[in-house]
C-alpha cells in the first residue's frame, strides 16, 4: 500500500448530470496488472464479445463526462479464490480523484482474509475515501449469510455505505472447465435477504437481473428498505418480464441504473431501455434520483479536481455489446 495515499473527496454535480452507472469495472491499473487471472479475462471477454476489457480510468471518465453521467467504478479482490491480487485499489482512487466530477470509486475486499479484511476495509474508507464497496460471492467464493463473515458487515453497516453483491448467473468463468471453480449458489439472492435483515442500516444492491432468482431479489427488494437491485450486465431487451412490471410499481425506488461498462455501453443499454413499457415518471429515478439517495449525493459536493489530460486512444476498438448480453 502507498504511503501517500490520496482520499477521494465526491465533486460530482447532481443537478449537471442525467444519470448514474452504478456498475462499472476498472480492472487495470496504472501498472498495468489486471484483476484476475489471464484465464478468467479471455474467458469473460469471449463471453461478453468484448473487444476491449480493460479500458483506463482516465478513458472511462471521458466517457461519461461526454454523456453527462456519473460512474461508480470498482474492482474485485478474489485473491483467495482465483490466487490472483487485484488491481490497486489506491490507484483506482487516485484516478477517481482526479476525476471526481464523474467518477465515485467503491472499495473491494476479500472476505476469507478474515481480520485483514476489516482492517483493510476501514483504511479503505477512512484513508482513500471510498463511496461503498463490491463484492461478488461466487468469483470470491463465500457465502455471504455464513456467521465468519459478520464481523465485516457490521463494520460496513458502522460506516452507512452501500455494498454491491453480484447476484445470479455469471459471466467470469463462462465455458472454462467447471466454471473455473466459480460456484453459482454463492450468487442466490436469497442469502442477502439474512444480511440485509440482520443488517438492516447496511444499503444491499444486489447487481444485475438475478436469473434464475428473479421472483427472490423482486420480493427480498420490495420486504427490505434497505436493498436495492442495480439493472447492469444485461440489455434491458432481455430483462426478466417480473422485473420489469414491478419496476414500474413497488420497485421503482428501488431499482438502479447500471450497464457492467465496459462489456455493454451506456448508448446501448439506454436505447434499449428508452423501448421498454416503463411510466414517464420512474424513469428518472432509476437513472438517477434513486441512484443519488442510495450514494448520499444529495450531499453538498467537494471541488472538482483540476481537469485531467485528456486520454490516449485506446488502441483496440470499443467493446461491442453480446447480443445476448448477461451480468459478468
Not at 449537471?16 to 479471455?42: F, K, N, R
Not at 420490495?222 to 440489455?235: C, E, P, Q, R, Y
Request: hydrophobic share 40%.
Amino acid at each position: 500500500m502507498g504511503n501517500h495515499a490520496v482520499k477521494y473527496e465526491c465533486a460530482v454535480d447532481v443537478d449537471q448530470i442525467v444519470a448514474v452507472d452504478m456498475h462499472v469495472h476498472l480492472e487495470v491499473d496504472s501498472c498495468g496488472h489486471e484483476s484476475m487471472p489471464a484465464d478468467i479475462m479471455e474467458a469473460s471477454s469471449k463471453y461478453f464479445k468484448a473487444e476491449e476489457r480493460t479500458p483506463s480510468a482516465d478513458a472511462i471518465a471521458d466517457i461519461y463526462r461526454k454523456l453527462n453521467m456519473a460512474a461508480v467504478v470498482f474492482t474485485i479482490d478474489a485473491r483467495t479464490q482465483m490466487g490472483h491480487l487485484p488491481n490497486s485499489i489506491d490507484d483506482l482512487v487516485e484516478s477517481c480523484a482526479r476525476n471526481n466530477d464523474v467518477l465515485i470509486p467503491f472499495g473491494s475486499v476479500d472476505p476469507r482474509t478474515g481480520e485483514d479484511a476489516l482492517v483493510e476495509a476501514r483504511r479503505q474508507v477512512e484513508e482513500l475515501g471510498v463511496r461503498g464497496f463490491k463484492f461478488h460471492p461466487s468469483v470470491q467464493g463465500f457465502d455471504p449469510s455464513a456467521q465468519e463473515f459478520y464481523p465485516l458487515w457490521s463494520l460496513l453497516e458502522s460506516f452507512g455505505l452501500p455494498c454491491v453483491f453480484h447476484t445470479g448467473q455469471n459471466g467470469m468463468g463462462a465455458g472454462l472447465p467447471g466454471g473455473r471453480g466459480i460456484k453459482l449458489r454463492f450468487s442466490n439472492p436469497l442469502l442477502l435477504d439474512d444480511v440485509a435483515a440482520d443488517f438492516p442500516n447496511l444499503p444491499i444492491i444486489m447487481a444485475h437481473p438475478s436469473v434464475p432468482w428473479q421472483d427472490e431479489a423482486n420480493s427480498i427488494a420490495t420486504h427490505k428498505a434497505n436493498v436495492f437491485i442495480d439493472l447492469s450486465g444485461w440489455s434491458p431487451k432481455y430483462f426478466p418480464e417480473s422485473l420489469v412490471k414491478q419496476s414500474n410499481n413497488v420497485l421503482s425506488k428501488k431499482v438502479l441504473f447500471g450497464t457492467d461498462f465496459p462489456l455493454i455501453t451506456p448508448e446501448k443499454w439506454l436505447a434499449a431501455f428508452a423501448e421498454l413499457p416503463l411510466k414517464d415518471q420512474v424513469r428518472p429515478g432509476i437513472l438517477k434520483d434513486n441512484a443519488v439517495k442510495v450514494l448520499g449525493l444529495d450531499a453538498p459536493a467537494a471541488p472538482a479536481a483540476p481537469a485531467a489530460p485528456a486520454a490516449q486512444e485506446p488502441s483496440k476498438a470499443a467493446p461491442e455489446q453480446n447480443k445476448a448480453a448477461q451480468h459478468a
